[in-house]
């Protein structure tokens, strides 16, 4: 039984006919054009009519030089909001009565220079040790 040379080869072998050839730089040449008159996604999605997105983003959790980078790169990804300090009661009061928004007042004010809104999210899934331990009764149990 004899067998027909398939049209495209393996990358091993090589393409012998010149129809082949031709073909193979057709396909190429195709792949390359098509992309060029393809339609502009703001005639198809206007941006009235988009979803916001967002992320959640917990900048506590990150070396702060990195902060700045973090939020742009959100902007630059298309994201319109962010979600903050929802686990974050230990840094924004780390002693009994002693709160420190800095921290917070910094990444809200860079969220915005970078165009995105902030959600800001309430701390109480994640305590601090030392309101755990002055009222354990807080914690859940069973």
């Known amino acids: 039984m004899k067998f027909k040379k398939p049209l495209f080869v393996t990358s091993t072998a090589l393409i012998s006919n010149s129809f082949e050839k031709c073909i193979c730089c057709l396909i190429v040449l195709l792949l390359a054009i098509i992309p060029l008159h393809a339609q502009k996604a703001e005639a198809l999605f206007p941006a009235k009519n988009l979803m916001p997105v967002g992320a959640y983003y917990y900048p506590e959790h990150w070396p702060r030089e990195q902060w700045g980078r973090d939020l742009k790169r959100m902007s630059e990804l298309g994201f319109s909001f962010t979600h903050m300090a929802e686990f974050a009661w230990a840094n924004l009061e780390p002693e009994e009565g002693k709160f420190d928004f800095e921290w917070l007042d910094w990444c809200m004010a860079e969220a915005a220079k970078n165009g995105l809104k ?8 994640c305590p601090p040790a030392w309101l755990t331990s002055k009222h354990p009764e807080i914690l859940n149990i069973n």
């Open 118 to 125: 902030v959600i800001m999210c309430t701390p109480s899934p």
